[in-house]
């Protein structure tokens, strides 16, 4: 089993920044890939970005150049640093880790508890 514990959310106007991170915890060698998606109301869950113990990134296409995930291995931790934020950004936004990028996303995976990103002036 991994934990994950998310923090860093907020309430931020158009043009801000925040930054998310996400502490693993647990069953930690079997996970190479952890990223972070996002379920607006009415919506369904979005990858939005996630990077592998290598190195490897993937970002959806409305946050490129505005969102960059980093990890720190040693720590075991996951960031999403966002930048020019955009009312559309405001989503509960969940931590995952998976074993693969191919089994990320499942709801079956390793789950943070959400955190909230409100972008509203």
């Known amino acids: 089993q991994v934990q994950l514990v998310e923090s860093g959310g907020g309430l931020v106007q158009p043009g801000g920044s925040l930054r998310l991170s996400c502490a693993a915890s647990?069953?930690?060698?079997?996970?190479?890939?952890m990223g972070w998606y996002r379920q607006a109301p009415g919506k369904q869950r979005e990858l939005v970005a996630l990077?592998?113990?290598?190195?490897?990134?993937n970002y959806a296409d409305s946050v490129k150049g505005r969102f960059t995930i980093s990890r720190d291995n040693a720590k075991n931790t996951v960031y999403l640093q966002m930048n020019s934020l955009k009312p559309e950004d405001t989503a509960v936004y969940y931590c995952?880790?998976?074993?693969?990028?191919?089994?990320?996303?499942?709801?079956?995976?390793?789950w943070g508890q959400g955190t909230q990103v409100t972008v509203s002036s």
């Open positions: 647990g069953s930690i060698f079997s996970i190479n890939a």
């Open positions: 990077a592998t113990r290598g190195g490897s990134t």
């Open positions: 995952n880790a998976a074993p693969t990028i191919a089994t990320m996303g499942r709801a079956s995976g390793s």
